[in-house]
């Protein structure tokens, strides 16, 4: 890990999912949704360089009933998700 990966560098695990290509529509939906914004920007480049990032979104898509109103509705999580 590089010093300057952060918090993306170190997800060494991601959730296995039970129905990856749904999981993945969901998160490619609100990348597509955020994707003009200066988050969707920066998510995009953090995505690039670390693939278990959207991996871990997909997980966290699955296993959230809301998971579009939880990144959307917090600035600060939207990045991060």
């Known amino acids: 890990m590089r010093q300057d990966d952060g918090i993306a560098g170190q997800i060494v695990q991601v959730p296995a999912l039970a129905d990856p290509m749904a999981a993945r529509a969901r998160v490619a939906e609100w990348l597509a949704e955020i994707a003009g914004t200066f988050d969707g920007q920066a998510l995009v ?7 278990k990032v959207p991996e871990l979104a997909a997980g966290l898509a699955e296993y959230a009933h809301t998971f579009g109103s939880f990144c959307g509705g917090m600035p600060a999580v939207r990045s991060a998700c």
Request: aromatic share 0%; hydrophobic share 45%; proline share 14%.
């Open 45 to 51: 480049r953090v995505a690039a360089e670390h693939p």
